[in-house]
């Protein structure tokens, strides 16, 4: 069945996340009868979003044309593009996962932890070309944060769709060579339209390369007298691999603490990414026989996540690494927006244990983005010269300033779409339209239950966070018609009622004299009245006493 | 009466506020009878500390040696500098409080907000002494982002304690210059301890002069060329003049919007530190007589706050200025940690509607800190020479990274004291040491509740804010042991209960069963056993079914 936002000869792209937001990126090539899908990812909530696991995109759309999909092709294993895949298979029959290298190994590991989930996973090689009816599906090498990282070409009847995934260009990288070569080919044959990354489009430079940061860290290591802790982020295994180099030039065993790193360690070393000598890696029993410039610790935490082993480190609760003096901890990371107050807690207390506290700064390169600043984001224009141009991945304004960007670089203006999730760029090799949307909005995914959580609920903790609540249970005698007893009132988060017996009587005898004329007043007994009678006398008389507005929770029970 | 912690000959100097955190700055200098208190700050509490207001410190001590304050005195009228005050007057007995100049109207202003709260302020001049028995006040002026910012001294039998008061050095301010020699002089005649503020101790720089950002703003004006909208701190009257001062030169009438801003501009006018020409300003309603490349909005928001007058700007709900295709909004400010999320959603907002955005950085130089950078804290400690030292407004990484730098500057290993708040150093002309502390814990504000929040209440708001909680209510007959009717069950922040009947009803029959059990089993009602039961067997049942722990609130009620 045709669907009814684009027309039969047009290619319609489409984001279901990743446009507007940085995260659960999950993008949409329909043509006819065929529709290859490219990465599955989930969002981390922000703070606003209470009590919230995970945010994934509605994949309503998907369900409805289910007989269409014939793949989801993913660009490389970091969350934001693989995390989804569960909770997708869930609800979409996906014929076949596509994916290359550390990506197929991290997917495996993910659907372990969800035993009933069946999926079917395919790793592609670099220059293998996937192809359907109509679509054909091919692959260039890029460089990120994260091995085996590529960009996906969709070959259609109207031309030629390019998604770089995430990228940075780096010349001296510490993996393989992006493929420079391809890109400009596809260029040089045509591309019909561009999506882009657009996460650096901000940042008005050239990333440094891997290389620096590994040189940098050499030389920090060679100038620390007592241990170097570690941190940084479990998936970029090029860094670990530079950490464990930099102990190996100074003389320093491993020690691996965190689940997460622990496992990248493992993996890494079984694909052959991480490379180091025998007895390299020690456990944490044997870090006794050695002396503090003789160890290096590599642990999680980098982003001051409160359980993660820097943390515990940190605050005194690691059961086997206690902080040392001349410990030296560096963080070979840059704080994603958000976690600033985390990281500097951890860092203030890491200071009070007596440690020494190393961040990414101009005078120590500890870090470097796998996302290009906007200089690579002109040489990716330069080499696919696309007609129409799409950026995706980024915020709001990092996509208009891409957008700018692309127009700069030759992009005819008016051929730029800067799009919400769910909007369709409907594409044919000479013309391109947003010709509608489809259902994109967040989908909340808290402990087992998916989409379960809505704004109501969500609204409803926001007030229980900021004022507690108070529970009022009256019980009626129906017969009678009295209150019977006291009304019972229990509060949590509003103040401690231990301390508040007067509030309590003054609250509980107000409602039970003001139910008590209602009840007088009407032939039935009217429990919506009550209620909302109770919540109005409680509201009132609390805020004038406290100034505080609780969530007022009436039970109006008849006997 | 002597008090416990330190001998009759020593000075006690502590912190109740300022120390290991930004905010609620408080300082103590007490010797023998009397006792001199440096400002009265107030804190705003981190995402943490869910639903409080403001976070001030413990004033106990105060309480108890009432009898020997002699003054509060005032460095500058930032709000963690006064925003105290209210509090401290309510809770103690404070003969004098001195000011100067800007502070004096900020604290006025305050004070109507609590028109119950009687006060005693009195403006001090530059040159002024303020002589008690044994201790004396006397001031220097220095620069930061008000105007009127001033380091104070108090002379004792033991020597000078030199406090800075919040400063950076600014050899081209756009008011008057620090007073240099005031300093260098105090440095020559010598100063027993230093305390100095630590917020920029990290930053490896010297600050740049306000001039700069003026003449940069200015350059932005020129090449602007629709509307100029420009958000800054209020309280940073300077920078608000160097903003007029731009609008003139580029022919530009202004239009002030946020009640705060609306006050800077009136109080400014009022004293003199912001001039401009008759018909400089106009009304929201005039604007419509002017092209946008005539107006400069200028306007509260800069960080990004919810119902700040730009934040309403953005999302579209400001009820007199609309977006507008060429309008340029200037961010006159940097991000106070915490505060990045609300500042992008700011942006992004701003981008969608069409404006075009920009915010400080290296080539936009929209903004400048109030803080001196390690260079200016060094010319400080070059200037004082201070016997002893002890690093205040900070967190610990600052307060520490700052005592490094006294020593690189020539105070003496083991002079320096990072401090707690509540810690007391005890000072003679020839030694010092930490003798005891006294209480300074954060107490919560939260509407009239002053100190009525304690960590129970935060832990049940935290619980609540994540997995909501639902609130069960059993009525037991007394006489016939059992159940009345159905349990009732009522959530909030859980699940949509509507959409989960099932789930309730379950719920609530395996809890009717069970209690009906209990009451069988035992010859009286044991309703702390029944509220267990009942607790424990929801939990179970709920993080079965959801993998959620909603918090459980039972009632019990016999009839």
Request: proline fraction near 3%; glycine fraction near 8%; include cysteine.
């Amino acid at each position: 069945m045709q669907n009814q936002i684009f027309k039969k000869h047009e290619v319609g792209v489409f984001a279901l996340g990743g446009l507007g937001e940085v995260g659960k990126n999950m993008y949409v090539v329909e043509y006819q009868n065929e529709i290859v899908i490219i990465d599955a990812g989930v969002m981390f909530p922000d703070d606003s979003l209470l009590g919230i696991d995970y945010v994934i995109p509605d994949y309503t759309y998907l369900q409805k044309n289910q007989d269409k999909i014939k793949a989801l092709v993913i660009t490389h294993g970091h969350e934001d593009h693989i995390g989804g895949i569960p909770w997708l298979l869930r609800h979409v029959k996906i014929p076949k996962i596509y994916a290359n290298g550390i990506a197929v190994g991290l997917i495996k590991n993910k659907m372990q932890e969800h035993s009933g989930v069946k999926y079917d996973l395919y790793e592609f090689f670099e220059n293998d070309i996937i192809r359907f009816k109509h679509l054909a599906v091919s692959f260039f090498r890029t460089n990120h944060s994260i091995p085996d990282s590529f960009g996906i070409v969709v070959k259609t009847p109207q031309g030629k769709i390019v998604h770089t995934g995430d990228f940075k260009f780096d010349f001296t990288p510490t993996g393989k060579d992006a493929d420079y070569a391809k890109m400009a080919r596809l260029g040089s044959e045509g591309v019909l339209c561009l999506l882009s990354d657009s996460t650096g489009a901000e940042v008005d430079a050239f990333t440094k390369s891997e290389s620096t940061v590994s040189e940098s860290i050499k030389e920090i290591f060679s100038n620390i007298e007592g241990r170097a802790v570690v941190a940084t982020f479990a998936s970029n295994i090029h860094r670990v691999q530079q950490i464990i180099e930099a102990s190996i030039a100074t003389k320093r065993k491993i020690a691996v603490f965190g689940r997460s790193m622990e496992r990248t360690v493992e993996v890494g070393q079984e694909l052959g990414y991480i490379k180091a000598p025998h007895g390299t890696f020690v456990g944490a029993r044997a870090l006794r026989h050695f002396s503090p410039h003789e160890i290096t610790i590599l642990c999680t935490g980098s982003q001051g996540e409160p359980f993660a082993a820097l943390s515990r480190i940190a605050n005194g609760t690691h059961r086997q690494i206690k902080v040392q003096p001349k410990d030296t901890v560096i963080f070979s990371s840059s704080p994603i927006p958000g976690n600033q107050g985390g990281i500097n807690k951890t860092i203030n207390q890491l200071f009070k244990r007596g440690a020494n506290v190393i961040t990414h700064s101009p005078l120590s390169d500890t870090h470097t983005s796998g996302h290009g600043g906007s200089e690579e984001l002109k040489l990716m224009l330069k080499l696919i010269k696309p007609k129409y141009f799409m950026p995706i991945h980024g915020e709001y304004r990092m996509l208009k300033i891409h957008a700018r960007t692309a127009i700069a670089c030759g992009v005819k203006k008016g051929n730029e779409f800067v799009l919400d999730n769910g909007d369709v760029l409907a594409l044919t090799s000479k013309s391109a339209r947003v010709a509608g949307s489809v259902p994109a909005e967040n989908i909340y995914i808290d402990g087992k239950g998916i989409g379960d959580i809505g704004s109501i609920v969500l609204k409803d903790r926001k007030i229980l966070s900021e004022d507690g609540l108070l529970n009022i249970v009256v019980t009626i005698n129906e017969k009678e018609r009295r209150v019977v007893g006291n009304s019972v009132i229990v509060s949590r988060g509003f103040v401690y009622m231990k301390e508040q017996t007067e509030l309590t009587k003054a609250l509980s005898n107000q409602v039970d004299n003001h139910v008590n004329e209602i009840l007088q007043k009407y032939d039935t007994i009217k429990t919506g009245l009550i209620k909302r009678d109770v919540i109005r006398l409680l509201n009132d008389y609390i805020y004038t006493k406290t100034e505080r507005n609780p969530m007022i929770l009436p039970v109006v029970k008849t006997i």
